[in-house]
């Protein structure tokens, strides 16, 4: 596996209080139910306008942000998913509707336009039991994929993110996704690969306190039969494989260990089909400094009329190498100067990870923050504060000092 140094990369200035995005959770129902998903289903969870404000109240009080993540459950699941909309966009936030599509009309997204949806994170992946889709495999999905982007590119200047669970079985598949996301560039503005994990109780126990927790009360435990230890390294080699210039340009690390890459964060310019070049560390650092300079925020989705622009961005090349030799590749061909040239995100998320010594590696300054009892929380650690108050601790396999 390659050996990536954290050094060379720039650091996301996101902080707990000073971020990019926010994880509004309105329901914990959903239509779906995903072998990775860290959420339970509940049928009855849908909360009120009320609940809903208070939380927004929450965020805006201790954290800025740009974009409100609106997810759950499924959010479009809620009744009252326009007026979520309307009120995230009120305050000034860009609302981003995070759910798997399924109940996504073309009727409701015009609605959901007019409400001031600013973009969708779709997530789709094998392991959904998704309805006339159970046999197919990750390539076969991209048919469902270029679905949901040409509707969005229908309607207009909405921004389009994918989102796929990545198991061990289908990581293979990474490759193939990512060079239908070069196809659909100009559709498609996010590609972010979510590596499968899962509470692995043959590796540590856990704790609350000076009790020892069955792990088998939350929805996110299991027997593992299969890795929930894929590293961002071994997605990243993958791509650079097919890509031999592929790089990234920015991370996120462990709240435990610094040189792990929890989020990583890769921006490309190209056309259909072909790929010029890509995004330094130092063209990244400009824009989420200018951005917090400008709107006192850090930058989270742009508007497909933004990331069409990708001949202004070659301008950054003053400034990074990276995108001086895009700059290069792209202008080689004279008439390219009157194509649009697009940017792609991509990105690579690892969750949480357990350390030999029974820690927890966390996302350090994650943007999937969400509220819980009036309090930030990780979302993706919900279960423990609706079952037992707090976030459980872990401990090597019998460890027997004190716990506390």
Same mark, same amino acid.
């Given at each position: 596996?390659?050996?990536?140094n954290?050094?060379?990369?720039?650091?996301?200035?996101?902080?707990?209080?000073?971020?990019?995005?926010s994880?509004?959770?309105p329901?914990?129902?959903?239509?779906l139910?995903?072998?990775?998903c860290?959420?339970?289903?509940?049928?009855?969870s849908?909360k009120s306008m009320?609940?809903?404000?208070q939380?927004?109240?929450v965020?805006?009080?201790?954290?800025?942000?740009d974009g409100?993540? !609106?997810?759950?459950?499924?959010p479009?699941t809620?009744?009252?998913?326009?007026?979520?909309?309307?009120?995230?966009?009120?305050?000034g936030?860009k609302p981003?509707?995070?759910t798997?599509?399924?109940?996504l009309?073309?009727?409701l997204l015009?609605?959901?336009?007019k409400?001031?949806?600013?973009?969708?994170?779709?997530?789709i992946?094998?392991k959904?039991?998704?309805?006339?889709?159970?046999?197919?495999?990750?390539?076969?999905?991209?048919?469902?994929?270029?679905?949901?982007?040409s509707?969005?590119?229908?309607?207009?200047?909405?921004?389009?993110?994918?989102?796929?669970?990545?198991?061990?079985?289908?990581i293979?598949?990474i490759?193939?996704?990512?060079?239908?996301?070069?196809?659909?560039?100009d559709k *498609?503005?996010?590609?972010?690969f979510?590596?499968?994990?899962?509470v692995n109780?043959?590796?540590?126990d856990?704790?609350l306190g000076?009790q020892k !927790?069955?792990?088998?009360e939350?929805v996110?435990?299991?027997?593992?039969?299969?890795?929930?230890? !894929?590293k961002a390294?071994?997605?990243?080699? @993958?791509?650079k494989?097919e890509?031999?210039?592929?790089?990234?340009?920015?991370?996120?690390?462990?709240?435990?260990?610094?040189?792990s890459?929890?989020?990583? @964060?890769s921006g490309?310019?190209g056309?259909?089909?072909?790929?010029?070049?890509?995004?330094?560390p130092k063209?990244?650092?400009i /824009?989420?400094?200018?951005?917090h300079?400008?709107?006192?925020?850090?930058l989270?989705?742009?508007?497909?009329?933004?990331t069409r622009?990708?001949?202004?961005m070659?301008?950054?090349?003053i400034?990074d190498?990276? @995108?001086?030799?895009?700059?290069k590749?792209?202008?080689?061909?004279p008439?390219? /100067?009157?194509r649009k040239?697009?940017?792609?995100?991509?990105?690579?998320i690892?969750?949480?990870?357990?350390?030999?010594?029974?820690?927890?590696?966390m996302c350090?300054?994650c943007p999937d /923050?969400?509220?819980?009892n009036?309090k930030l929380?990780?979302?993706?650690?919900?279960?423990e504060?609706?079952?037992?108050g707090?976030? *459980?601790?872990?401990?090597?396999?019998g460890?027997?000092?004190?716990?506390?």
């Amino acid at each position: 596996m390659v050996k990536l140094n954290h050094l060379d990369y720039y650091r996301l200035p996101w902080n707990l209080c000073d971020n990019s995005i926010s994880w509004l959770e309105p329901t914990a129902k959903c239509n779906l139910s995903c072998d990775g998903c860290y959420r339970q289903n509940e049928k009855d969870s849908h909360k009120s306008m009320e609940v809903i404000k208070q939380e927004l109240d929450v965020f805006t009080s201790l954290r800025k942000c740009d974009g409100v993540s !609106i997810t759950g459950g499924d959010p479009l699941t809620h009744p009252q998913v326009i007026d979520i909309v309307k009120e995230v966009k009120r305050r000034g936030l860009k609302p981003i509707l995070n759910t798997n599509g399924l109940a996504l009309t073309k009727e409701l997204l015009i609605e959901l336009k007019k409400a001031g949806v600013y973009g969708f994170t779709f997530h789709i992946d094998s392991k959904q039991g998704r309805p006339g889709w159970k046999d197919k495999n990750e390539v076969d999905l991209n048919e469902l994929r270029y679905h949901f982007a040409s509707m969005l590119a229908e309607v207009g200047n909405l921004s389009c993110s994918f989102n796929a669970t990545i198991y061990e079985d289908t990581i293979k598949y990474i490759p193939e996704l990512t060079k239908w996301a070069e196809k659909n560039i100009d559709k *498609v503005q996010v590609m972010v690969f979510i590596l499968y994990r899962a509470v692995n109780n043959n590796l540590v126990d856990f704790y609350l306190g000076p009790q020892k !927790i069955n792990m088998g009360e939350l929805v996110y435990n299991e027997e593992p039969v299969e890795r929930t230890d !894929i590293k961002a390294e071994e997605a990243w080699e @993958l791509i650079k494989k097919e890509y031999p210039d592929f790089d990234s340009c920015a991370y996120l690390n462990g709240s435990e260990k610094p040189d792990s890459f929890k989020w990583l @964060l890769s921006g490309r310019l190209g056309v259909k089909g072909k790929i010029y070049g890509y995004m330094g560390p130092k063209a990244m650092e400009i /824009i989420q400094a200018g951005h917090h300079m400008l709107f006192d925020r850090y930058l989270a989705y742009s508007e497909p009329k933004l990331t069409r622009k990708g001949r202004s961005m070659l301008l950054l090349g003053i400034f990074d190498k990276k @995108l001086r030799q895009a700059a290069k590749n792209f202008l080689k061909n004279p008439f390219n /100067i009157f194509r649009k040239l697009h940017y792609q995100s991509l990105m690579i998320i690892q969750p949480v990870d357990f350390l030999e010594d029974g820690r927890q590696n966390m996302c350090d300054g994650c943007p999937d /923050i969400t509220v819980w009892n009036g309090k930030l929380v990780w979302s993706c650690r919900m279960e423990e504060q609706l079952k037992y108050g707090q976030n *459980v601790r872990s401990y090597p396999k019998g460890f027997t000092g004190q716990h506390n």
